[in-house]
């Protein structure tokens, strides 16, 4: 079974590959002398204060979870729109129905202020 | 053997083994790469199938999405990331059991469903699969039905989640 | 099919004659074929680069009216392949409670992200590595495993600038991946495949004439996914030091910026892909090299545009780019697929110009309303002014002041 998935799966390989390649041999060409001061973390010379894994924002998991919605939404969407020459306008106005809901779900989260940076 | 089944046996390995990882490692990330890894696993699953489209929107919607929000949602939690506690609690005996029990039972029932057992059809070349799927969800016979409950549930899931998430303290 | 018309096909049937030669099995001579194509692509992308850093370079220099690189080899050409010998030598220096697994993984896989988008490239009708028929969202798949290779560097680097600055880059990457996809069913649509080379065998005439709107918001997208200027706020000096690659040094911060620089060479395929025709001109389809020129001057024309808004437009801060994704392109999104999903039904009994008169109609329609109502919410945000009082003393001539 020799088919386009053959050529994605080996191109993953070898796009995996070619990277690795180049940091593996520039780790061996390299110079390797670490000491204390120069590992230490970059902050502007200035210690660092604390965990680096603080607790982050919640606006951050917000857009994530509406950019999920849309995401999975889309997918959806992707039959419909290869199939689009075949369809009846009835089957179009099924695919609006179910943008529309969606799009009422984006002004919901606009309405709350989910959007809303600062 | 033929080579898809060689590939097979390898991944479906590699995506038990990141399962287990997920569960066993102690570093948060850690485990939330293990967990990409066997979603990966799934997704070359998907493509050995020959479904194309389902292998690549796991990928879109299981790596491009949901690992990223787990990942959100792991920085929101604090002490969370420490490795220093022990990841065992004392009913684990009993959850392991559950499982054990749980997922024999399922083994008994699939082994006793005709499916299991049918060889799979070679799809017909000339038929483009996604047209089809396209085709069938806005089929009043077909799926338009659930095409559009889907919607619903995704406006919920939506709803839901900011109504939850949001920031109660400044109303 | 002489070397002058189609040289890549020659070349394949030939190789595949030699191995079947040696009594190879078909699949397995086919297999090896697949191997040394994708290493020649994948390599040519990547020395590419190096000439793109360079073009890049002295580019920038002009529009800001400096020389660029202009010492090693004629009009610095060298100069790339200079620092990239320099770079292999250069120490990688970890830093201390980094999480060596995601770490060291970050800079392959931001590259691998971007060269995975490659083997579905159509340069010309048979300059492609397969015309896969969930093309487009395959492409879409591949950005997602760039945004993963940015989360770990992030998280692997034990730094709280890098932590920061790739929340803001996959806050700022995520959001803008709805309206590109969103965009993306258009074209999907209109051709009835997701491979691309059907996409631009479709394009009669051009996608970005019946679908303008759709093209517009597709660029900026992938501009804002490539985090360049002006949506370069993931790695704000000013604010964030370097973002999220500020622990790498040596060849693993140059895969960063491999990636970068590949990434907007390959948006810039990727719209003249989709959106420009790609390959299509006089006499492609005969003689593919044509082809492959047709798609490199539109890909310059729209990679020339890209270096433009970079060197010409200062940034946006992070609450503008988030707004101007979730409040304007998302909603204009879905506006421009329910028109045109609706405009084109109806439309598609009437002949071709009746059709794409009717989308571009229906395009300007939807411009002029989202125009006014941006007017309306632009007057609505207007801060008072600050009304003098009565007792000040006004100039008799308002425009002496004004002036």
Redesign the interface.
Known sequence: MVNDWVYIGLFILISLFLPAAAILIAGWLAPKKPNKIKNSTYECGIETVGDTWVQFRVQYYIYALVFLVFDVETVFLYPWAVAYRQLTLFAVLEAVVFLLLLAGGLIYAWKKGALQWN | MTAVQIVFLAVAALTLAAAVMVVSLRRMMQSALALILALVGVAVIFALLGSGFFAVSQVVVYIGAIAILIIFAVMLTQNSMSPEHSQMNPGFLYAALGSALLFSSLVFILSMWVGFYAIPVNLDPSVDTITVLGLSLTDPQGFALPFEIVSVLLLAALIGGIYIARDHHRD | MTFWTDPIGLLDAWLFAVLTGWGLPA?VS??IL??L???V???GA?VFTVFLIWLERKLIGRFQDRFGPNRVGPFGIFQTVADMLK???????????A?L??Y??A???S??GV??V???LPFAINML??????G???V??A???G??GM??AG??S????A?IGA?RA??QM??Y??PM??TL?VP??FT???GLNDIVKAQNPWFVVVAPLAAFIFFISQVAENARAPFDLTEAESEL?AGFN??YS???F??FY?AEFLHAFTISVLFAVIFLGGWLGPGAEKYPWLGLLYTMIKTTVVFFTILLMRAGLPRFR??QV??LN??LF??LA?GI??VT??VD??LALFTPTIRVLGLLAANLVMLLVTLRFLKIFAQKKRRPLVVPSASTELPDDISEVLL
């Open positions: 699949d086919r297999i697949y191997i194509g994708g290493f692509l994948a390599t990547m770079i292999f030598t250069k120490e990688f220096i970890t830093p201390d409670g999480d697994i995601p060291n993984l800079p392959i896989l590259v691998a060269l995975f490659w083997a579905v590595g397969v015309n896969l028929n969930v487009v969202l395959y879409v798949a950005g997602a495993i945004e993963l989360i770990l998280w692997g034990n730094n709280k600038f932590l929340f996959i806050g995520i959001s991946e709805v996809i969103l069913l999907v649509m009835g495949s997701m030091v500020i622990e040596g060849l693993k140059g895969m491999v992070i609450d988030m707004d979730w409040k998302t909603p879905i697929l329910i999903a609706v039904k109806s």
